[in-house]
């Protein structure tokens, strides 16, 4: 058995240590020393966590209670505590300074105990998890009872560590790569098993027991599990359309959504849902898990996927609202009506029980779309494998268009990669760099936008001449409404027509996001905007504040300096 008193002590030589070695080589001592069932409870504990990230577990305390069960440990009020934490700026030192005065001042309830005993490691993490249970009524004083017993124990050594947990604070700066090395060193496993059986587990504490009790073979074997979610593969941003396909013989494009991650871990009826951050949010998308149980036709899956909230023209709303989704907690049936989700499947990791990470993208996708029955709240996202860099562009143009944010340009060859940001996946979205420039014309629209301005002609000024010198036209980056508003502004301000071709009175400016300045003789600038997309109508900005051809010149070349 391990005491606290000897965990803090060793948190207080790991933080007065600076070289990255030396920290490694002390945690790996430390997770060394302590008993099997102590390690997983350390190895959170030197992270600054309770339990695991992914859990739904939380101890709930915040300040206030924290500072509630120091004053009645102390014997002082919660106002002096509030003093203190001025005084200080430490919530450590705090705790220490209060408790301290009290053993002068007063006697202590630990005082009254026959023996003194000494609080163990498990003992500090089995009240955090009383903590963590109690909810409802009376649970504020029940945390706080318990948290004053867990001060009225401790030496003075002991009670800043406690009170830094409690709140999830304690940084001693060890990460999580610190940690992956302290168990590789620890237990003789190489760094990256260690690595990997915590991409897939997502649990540091684990993989420590794992590597003790098993060594680097029984790391290998940990797998993934249903209702522990894994870490998400990433994407890394690629410069340029081109690059990307120069890298893969042939690459599958699919939308980059605009919306939010969602891992979904199908386990017969029973749905859990984890968010980007590996959260439980379960109970704020019952939409969503009624979904899967009724759409996903597996026993058993986990899938990957990005949940989009559509408005009324089918373009995807304000990230804000799908926050609101993911983190309402009450009355969440009321805002599912209100804001209600579309779940875009792009990946499976997990079938009937059969692991498919190792699998490529393809044979993934495959299984997919054999699993999942496409509905309108529902479906596999659609995909094209090409490596033709006009079709490429013109599904780029297409995701913008519909609102998304770019493309995702994937290996089809590839393995699902928990964790990692690697040339597999890249994305591809706009620069955003803008620029400020003069609407001096405009296009009726096609389709169901003959009676609106679907196209806007955009120009620069020429400092030299005076003159305004076209440089593209934008056509993306607004809704119906905002199309509906800007043609009833510019109505005002037709100077002619000719067929759907109208000259405006050039006074309005748009900021114009893009990807990238082009060479072009189509326009008199002499240079083009490839992909641009209204980012804002600016009111505030005159014709005297538009860019100059001069700037844009110095853009492309730094552009072209930069690729
Ligand atoms: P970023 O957040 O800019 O790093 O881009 C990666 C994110 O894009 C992912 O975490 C997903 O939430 C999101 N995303 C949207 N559509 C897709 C897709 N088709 N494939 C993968 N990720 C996607």
Known sequence: MTSFREFA????????TSGSLDMTALVADLFDSVTPDELPVVTHFVMGEIFPAWSYEEVGVGAGILFSALAKAAGISVKDIEELVRDTGDIGKTAVLALNKKSKGQATFSSFLEEKHELSILEVFERFRDISKVSGKGSQASKIKNLQYLFNSASSEEVGYISLLAIEELRIGVGEGLVRDAIAKAFDVPSEDVERGFMLTNDMGLVATTAKEGGADAVRGLGLKLNRPIKLMLAQIT?????ALSDMEEAAIEWKFDGARVQIHKDGDNVILYSRRLEDITHSLPDIVESVRKFVHADTAILDGEAVAIDGNGRPRAFQDILKRFRRKHDVSSTAKEIPLTL???????LN?????????VKRRELLLSCVENDTTIHVDAQVVTNDLEEVDRIYTEALKGG???IMIKNPNSPYSPGKRGKNWLKKKPVMETLDLLVIGAEWGYGRRTSLMGSYALACHDNQTGRFLPVGKVATGFSDEQLTELTEMFSELIVMESGKEIELKPEVVFEVAFEEI????????????????LVNIRDDKSVEDVETIE????????QRERS
Do not use: T, W
């Open 518 to 533: 082009q060479k072009s003789s189509n326009y008199e600038s002499g240079y083009a905007l490839r992909f641009p997309r």
């Open 239 to 243: 410069p340029s359309v081109e690059s």
């Open 404 to 406: 998304h944010e770019g």
């Open 551 to 558: 700037r844009i010149g110095e853009m492309y070349r730094l």
């Open 353 to 361: 029980g059969e692991n498919l990470i190792e699998e490529s993208l």
């Open 344 to 350: 875009n499947l792009f990946d499976i990791m997990y």
């Open 9 to 16: 002590q060793a948190c207080k030589v790991i933080e007065e």
